[in-house]
C-alpha cells in the first residue's frame, strides 16, 4: 500500500528558505500515470495547491508561488522534494505531499493519496 | 484562476439526514470536479472524482453530481463518522484550485 510521509524543519525564520521531503514507499515514484504534489494549508484556512511534478521533470505550478519554489525528484531515493525562498509569515502552514493521478487516458485527475502533513511555522 | 464558492459554509445536522453540499465554479469545467473530506489534524480524503465517480472504498451513502459550474455532494444518511470539514477542487485548469469548505456539524 503506497504511503507518503513529509519531512523537513518544523520552524523556519523569515526571509530563509524552507525545505521539504517526501518519501514514497509501497511503490515507486517512477510510474508514469501519476504526478507527485504539494499541497499546503494555513491554519484554519483552505487547502492551496502549490505543484505537481513528474518523475520524467515536467512540472506545474502555481503562478503565485512559482518564483518562489523549486522542485525535484530524486528516483533513487524514491523521494520529491519542494523548496521555497524568501518565506514570511504567510507561509506557516501544514504542508501536505500527495500522489496525483493525471496526464494519462482515464486518469481521476485527483489527489488519491497524502501524506500525514507536517507543519511549517515561519518565525523568528 | 478558477474562483470555488462551496455554501454553506457550515451546516448543522442530524446522524441519518440527508446532507448536500453545494459547489460552485467562476467558470464552465464540465467534470473535472473533484470532493474531498478532512477530519481535524488529518489530511484530506478522497471521495468523488471527476464529479460523479465513487472513490475506492468510500462509502456508497455519498454521490456527486453536477458538471459545467454547479456541483453537488449529497451524503444520504449521515453517520457518526462523517462529521468533517468537505471540499471540492477543480482539475480543469492549473492552478489547481479548492473550495473553502463545508464544515458539517452535530445538531
Known amino acids: 500500500q503506497l504511503q507518503l510521509q513529509e519531512s523537513g524543519p518544523g520552524l523556519v525564520k523569515p526571509s530563509e528558505t524552507l525545505s521539504l521531503t517526501c518519501t514514497v514507499s509501497g511503490g515507486s515514484i517512477s510510474t508514469t500515470d501519476y504526478y507527485w504534489a504539494w499541497v499546503r494549508q494555513p491554519p484554519g484556512r483552505g487547502l492551496e495547491w502549490i505543484t505537481n511534478?513528474?518523475?520524467?521533470?515536467?512540472?506545474y505550478y502555481n503562478p503565485s508561488l512559482k518564483s518562489r519554489i523549486t522542485v525535484s525528484v530524486q528516483r533513487s531515493e524514491n523521494q520529491f522534494s519542494l523548496k521555497m525562498n524568501s518565506v514570511t509569515a504567510a507561509d506557516t502552514a501544514v504542508y501536505y505531499c500527495?500522489?496525483?493521478?493525471?496526464?494519462?487516458?482515464?486518469?481521476?485527475?485527483?489527489?488519491?493519496?497524502w501524506g500525514q502533513g507536517t507543519m511549517v511555522t515561519v518565525s523568528s | 484562476d478558477i474562483q470555488m464558492t462551496q455554501s454553506p459554509s457550515s451546516l448543522s445536522a442530524s446522524v441519518g439526514d440527508r446532507v448536500t453540499i453545494t459547489c460552485r465554479t467562476s467558470?464552465?469545467?464540465?467534470?473535472?470536479l473533484n470532493w474531498y473530506q478532512q477530519k481535524p489534524g488529518k489530511a484530506p480524503k478522497l471521495l468523488i472524482y471527476?464529479?460523479?465517480n465513487l472513490y475506492s472504498g468510500v462509502p456508497s451513502r455519498f454521490s456527486g453530481s453536477g458538471s459545467g459550474t454547479d456541483f453537488t455532494l449529497t451524503i444520504s444518511s449521515l453517520q457518526p463518522e462523517d462529521f468533517a470539514t468537505y471540499c471540492c477542487?477543480?482539475?480543469?485548469?492549473?492552478?489547481?484550485?479548492f473550495g473553502g469548505g463545508t464544515k458539517v456539524e452535530i445538531k
Open positions: 467558470q464552465a469545467i464540465g467534470t473535472a
Open positions: 471527476k464529479a460523479s
Open positions: 511534478i513528474h518523475y520524467s521533470g515536467r512540472t
Open positions: 477542487q477543480q482539475s480543469y485548469s492549473t492552478p489547481l484550485t
Open positions: 500527495a500522489r496525483h493521478h493525471s496526464g494519462v487516458r482515464h486518469a481521476k485527475d485527483a489527489f488519491e493519496i
